[in-house]
């Protein structure tokens, strides 16, 4: 009879869900489950930490994308422990007790202790309380209720814990456990996307790596509240992007946000359209066989915007300057292509054109135009001719009566453009080519 009784988990007057008794209990102790899913190693560090609180009456929780992906039967190594006492004192025996490296920061009472190829991070349970939209929140300690309480979604609200004699035990408060068979990213509160808008953005990289669907409310809601993104810095929106790139497949949350109207929120120039994208960020993923560069996506990404445009982005989002000059280099050359047009071009000529701008804009090129002529000339410049080097060099040019100065450039690069096009090929070719202009 216990089978049929139905628990009512009261979700704070938001949703109700109906779990039957026996899924309760058979999803109350995990320890067989993270045995099957995750490494030995891992395993094997969570019962280290676990050994160290034995007597001391410390609970302790691993939380977070771990357990999620643990029920999703996906092995993770991104280890969360919620330590309801002193997080950064249990963290230092960590690392003494493992022979590894703890990094403190005692002002956010966080630690990440490291140990091989291994890394854990460790936090004080708490609360928190956003003062207004956007800002960061006030942080007091608190118990894992308060802990899961403060999280985005359902489905990463839960925590399992790791303390003996409750290893193992599932704590779900918020029936996340059942969202993950529902395939359903749903938020805790009506106020979540308000309190941090950058959830909008964690929503839809879940919903799309997960292959899930926001729940009907959670979508209302972000519909709703997609105007908050504006109250988030460039700099936090840009660390989001940066994460969104790093999935598997980032086109399809980056087709979300166009369809939710996202961008509008965050940089209205890329608040269109793109039906080229998909395909492009494919062939970079072919191009590079795995995961492309940040400058590369970033680079397709906003490759249908003008200079201007192209100059605002990496202003509102602080790009670093290195990928700032790749995605700037790959917008410029775009308007330049016009000089590779032909079927016939001198290498010399590929090589002018093309010998300022960085090879990862290059690639971004070729692979965002996928034209196969222009790929010949792009891919010889970038298999060969940007490696090529006269033999003889300005000091030769001094000992063949070449003095220093813009005449010795212009012979250098003379010089050069014969080589790229085989117009000499030894030393003697080049020493008789330079005699002959003199
Ligand atoms: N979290 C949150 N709100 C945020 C960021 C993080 O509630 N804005 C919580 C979630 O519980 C999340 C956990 O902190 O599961 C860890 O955050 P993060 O490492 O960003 O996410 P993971 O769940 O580990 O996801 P991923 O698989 O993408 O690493």
Redesign the pocket.
Known sequence: MADEVLLSIPLKGYACYNLLYQEVAEISNLASQMNSVLSQDVLVLLRRVANLVIGDGVPLYL???LV?DLLLKVPSR?V?IVVVGDALTLARSLSDDIDGAAKIHRRFGTATVSCKNLSVDMVTARSEVYSRPGALPDIRPGSIDDDLK???FAI??MAIRLDYPHYGELIDPYGGRQDLTQRVVRVLHKRSFVD?A??IL?ALRYEQRLGFHLEWDTEALLRRDVPALSTISGNRICHELEIILREEQPEKVVERMNGLGVWRSIFTPLDAEDDKLSERFERARRVAGGAPSLSMYLSLLVYNLTESDVERFILFFRIQKMVAKVIRDAVRLKSMLGLLDGNVVLPSVIYRALCSYSPTAILAVDVAEGDSLLHRHLNLYLKRLRYVRTLLDGEALLGLGVNTGPLMGKILGELKDARLDGRVTSVQDEVALVKHWL
Do not use: E, W
């Open positions: 939380v977070g994308g999620r991104d969360d403060r999280r985005d990463n609200a941090d950058t959830r964690r």
